[in-house]
């Protein structure tokens, strides 16, 4: 198992000191950039992939989680059961398994969805 990400705190302190090294390790000479404008690109393009990468981890949900609808009918004949998604999913959803190990992600409002879990409910009896 891989180990936990690092928090984008130590991130940050990780990139900082990445950069200071850096900065010391490039000797300047007269025409090249400053070691301080240097420091600041380096420092907003490894920010700039730090960014990128928490915005990455926070739309990567989990598999029980639905990020939209099945819009059209759900077939009562081929379901097998159903859940509801965890509460920290970002969408309130009613997953649907069918015969064939597919999941259908529905909304929980539908009236559709409602007599599809119905039926579920009435043939587990």
């Not at 891989?2 to 990139?15: G, K, N, Y």
């Not at 981890?57 to 759900?74: D, F, I, P, Q, S």
Request: aromatic residues 6%.
């Amino acid at each position: 198992m891989a180990p936990p990400p690092l928090s984008w705190l130590l991130r940050l302190a990780v990139l900082c000191h990445l950069t200071m090294l850096l900065a010391e390790s490039l000797a300047w000479t007269p025409g090249t950039m400053t070691p301080l404008k240097m420091t600041l690109l380096v420092t907003l393009l490894l920010a700039a992939s730090l960014q990128d990468t928490h915005a990455v981890r926070a739309t990567n949900v989990g598999r029980e989680c639905c990020l939209k609808y099945y819009k059209g009918a759900v077939p009562l004949r081929r379901l097998v059961q159903w859940y509801k998604t965890p509460e920290d999913c970002p969408k309130d959803a009613i997953v649907f398994l069918t015969v064939q190990g597919k999941s259908i992600c529905s909304d929980p409002n539908d009236v559709r969805v409602k007599k599809a879990v119905k039926h579920l409910k009435n043939i587990k009896k």
